[in-house]
């Protein structure tokens, strides 16, 4: 039997259709370049337009509702199809592979486990190890801090690194290689899959300098103008066909002559360390191209490059921020503030997010971001597909495509069926389509001709050539806190014949009233199908889904609980609490206790190098509290207790902090604000090290030592 051949999926994240150089934007991009020069280049290819969907889609070859994966894992809820619980009936490509001979690696994020189920108590059934994954090495959640990362090396959490020039991207890539030597040493025989998911490019965006200094000064036009070049751009390199429309700024967004020079040198300074972030991960994955070369393995490797997991990302709010996560939250630093930070931003010091500005011109030409999957700025991305010993042809592809196609498409190619069982579950068809038949015919007749989109309430579908779109309102930035949605029958439909308008620019729903009749009725089936109905707007829907402290007020932890999901410890915000450190000191202590979250927000009790324990509480960019006694701690047994006495107007409310060491009290202060909702969304609750990105200015890897911490209890009120 002839060897299969190997398979890459690289799939960057947040990255709109118009950024890249290659598909006309102004970020250079020369792997891409280089990828799509020897190989194929889709330019109608879609995903989902939100992350852990399209993570579901691509890799069990299935439309993601059916997988239990319709919305984000932050936003699951009971519902049928946003379970955020991967189902036994839709085995993974990386299971299928590896059952017929492949060694497989998941490297980068993740996103799929269920927040209850990401601790060290397990279960790890839906880690990429259960997945199908002889490896993994990466990060659980939807981010990850990019100098001081939350990673796990298969299940075990792993200590921050103490290179002073560490990466985030560069260490995913270095492991990639190693892992590819590996095989090629170990089994030479054995055909490899990897699949390679950068954090890069979401926030927040961290790179080196020297990145972010390359685009000094060539974001000053603005976003209303660098849209209107990327277009000039799309068209002049063929990637958009000629006479392709621009679509007009949402009324949302600001133009680029509406806001200050003070927000305009912000905005500028954002988008240049965006610019940096996304040619610095562009060309780490060059040196894994790179290195395919030189062993000789690219020319048998199919290797996708998949150019963003969704639309560009407007999460960092109108301004954008230095910390974008309290910006999610309504809490936002002035632009002032900012200047005054400008040089951290893209630093380690920093969480920063461009504006929503930024985001829709990173779309163009097309409607809306990351999120509105009725639009295509949310769900078209660029894509680049290589296979020398496999495909004879080169050049653009235009046949519609979907993420759920690339399964089906590594199973045609590796000369296997779908299988019927899995581990004698009985499995959901593929819903992808094999790209195989495009790839040594650019003017094959499409084969993938319906689909449907849904996130957030909003949705379209695509059947033989139009669209039918329905935006669910509201804007996708800020923290949607449980309500109301608007009602599903107020929402508006578009029409599009999306082989005349390339970039969904002419509503026809006036015009053709029966096509959109015929085109909705389409979605309600394919909804059906997949089990969505009756609609729920996940933003709203946030019904109760298992929770590892759900019902509790008392807590005990010990050494060795660590890596627990912030949603899955202690509720420590909007009320007051306390904790309760038990230590046995033999010699000089030092290190970390207890700490919660990371550089956005969180908290943390330590011993710093003087022997002095230290709590400090931040409040993103708006408030910090540190409590610092002038007392050593001494051989022998202490007790360190930090009371929170919350105040009593409700979320995001201040409150006194105190710290008492072996009952008497020793230091003091005052916050003036906690956040409203949560710290993070990625760092995690530790006991004697610190897994992430820092509160403080302690070094992330700094486990406790000088002695034993017995036990961390936590009470709340």
């Known amino acids: 039997m002839t060897r299969r051949p190997n398979v890459v ?70 519902h049928p199809g946003y379970e955020g619980v991967l189902r036994p009936e839709s085995a993974t490509i990386a299971t299928v592979l590896r059952q017929n001979g492949y060694s497989t690696a998941c490297i980068g994020k993740w996103h799929l486990s269920p927040p209850w189920e990401s601790s060290q108590a397990g279960p790890f059934d839906r880690w990429p190890t259960g997945q199908g994954f002889d490896k993994f090495y990466g990060f659980l959640g939807g981010e990850t801090h990019q100098y001081q990362p939350t990673l796990y090396e298969g299940t075990a959490p792993v200590e921050p690194s103490s290179d ?40 927040p965006l961290h790179v080196p300098p020297e990145w972010s200094g390359r685009y000094r000064g060539r974001f000053a036009h603005g976003w209303d103008a660098e849209r209107d070049r990327i277009l000039e751009r799309q068209i002049e390199r063929g990637v958009v066909p000629d006479g392709t429309r621009m679509t007009p700024r949402p009324e949302e967004i600001p133009g680029w002559d509406d806001i200050t020079d003070d927000e305009r040198a912000v905005a500028e300074r954002l988008m240049e360390v965006y610019a940096g972030f996304l040619e610095h991960t562009d060309v780490q994955v060059g040196r894994l191209v790179g290195e395919l070369r030189r062993s000789g393995d690219f020319d048998d490797t199919l290797f996708f490059y998949i150019v963003g997991d969704n639309g560009s990302s407007a999460e960092g709010g109108l301004p954008g921020s230095v910390n974008y996560m309290g910006a999610l939250q309504g809490i936002t630093e002035s632009p002032a503030d900012t200047l005054a930070k400008l040089d951290e931003i893209g630093t380690a010091d920093s969480y920063p997010q461009y504006p929503a500005g930024w985001a829709w011109a990173m779309t163009a030409p097309y409607q809306w971001v990351k999120q509105i999957a009725s639009h295509l700025g949310g769900t078209r991305n660029p894509m680049a597909v290589t296979w020398p010993n496999g495909i004879s042809g080169s050049g653009l592809r235009s046949q519609f495509s979907h993420v759920n196609d690339v399964a089906p498409t590594i199973l045609e190619a ?34 993938h001709t319906t689909q449907y989109f849904e996130v957030y309430g909003h949705r379209s579908i695509y059947h033989e050539g139009w669209m039918a779109s329905a935006h669910h309102g509201g804007v996708p930035w800020g923290v949607a806190l449980p309500g109301k949605g608007r009602p599903f029958e107020d929402d508006v439909w578009e029409l599009y014949d999306l082989e005349e308008d390339f970039s969904q620019a002419v509503d026809l729903a006036a015009a053709e009233p029966e096509r959109l009749a015929r085109l909705q009725a389409v979605f309600e089936r394919e909804a059906g199908r997949v089990g969505i109905l009756p609609l729920r707007d996940a933003r709203v829907s946030r019904t109760r889904m298992p929770n590892l402290a759900a019902g509790r007020k008392r807590f005990t932890y010990h050494p060795g609980a660590v890596g627990i999901p912030e949603s899955n410890a202690p509720r420590m915000i909007g009320r007051s609490w ?40 931040r409040t993103f960019e708006i408030a910090v509290a540190e409590l610092v006694p002038d007392l050593v701690l001494t051989a022998g047994r ?58 403080g200015d302690h070094p992330p890897a700094y486990p406790f030592e000088g002695g034993e911490i017995d036990r961390v209890d936590i009470t709340l009120d």
């Open 9 to 78: 999926v690289v799939l960057l994240d947040d990255v709109g259709y118009g950024a890249a150089a290659t598909f006309g934007g102004a970020i250079e991009t020369p792997t891409l370049d280089a990828m799509c020069g020897e190989g194929l280049a889709y330019n109608r290819f879609h995903t989902t337009a939100i992350c852990s969907p399209t993570r579901a889609s691509l890799l069990t070859g299935r439309d993601a509702h059916a997988v239990g994966v319709g919305t984000v894992l932050n936003s699951a809820n009971s």
């Open 164 to 203: 002073p020039g560490y990466h985030l991207t560069e260490d995913l890539v270095d492991q990639s290689i190693r892992w590819i030597r590996m095989q090629r040493s170990m089994t030479p025989d054995r055909p490899f899959f990897l699949y390679l998911a950068p954090g890069a490019t979401h926030a």
């Open 414 to 447: 590796a000369g296997l069926e779908p299988p019927g069982t899995v581990n004698g579950v009985p499995q959901e068809p593929m819903h992808g389509t094999s790209l195989c038949y495009s790839f040594d015919d650019p003017a094959a007749p499409e084969r």
């Open 578 to 617: 306390t904790l309760e450190a038990t230590l046995d000191v033999t010699g000089r202590p030092r290190g970390v206790i207890a700490t919660m979250g990371g550089r956005a927000a969180g908290w943390s009790l330590f011993v710093g190098d003087t022997g002095r324990p230290v709590f400090i509480y």
């Open 638 to 695: 202490h007790i360190l207790r930090v009371d929170f006495t919350a105040d009593s107007d409700g979320l995001g409310r201040g409150g006194t902090l105190v710290l008492t060491v072996d009952g008497t009290e020793a230091a003091g202060d005052r916050l003036a604000a906690t956040p409203p909702a949560v710290f993070s969304i990625d760092e995690t609750f530790d006991i004697g090290l610190n897994t992430g990105s820092p509160v």
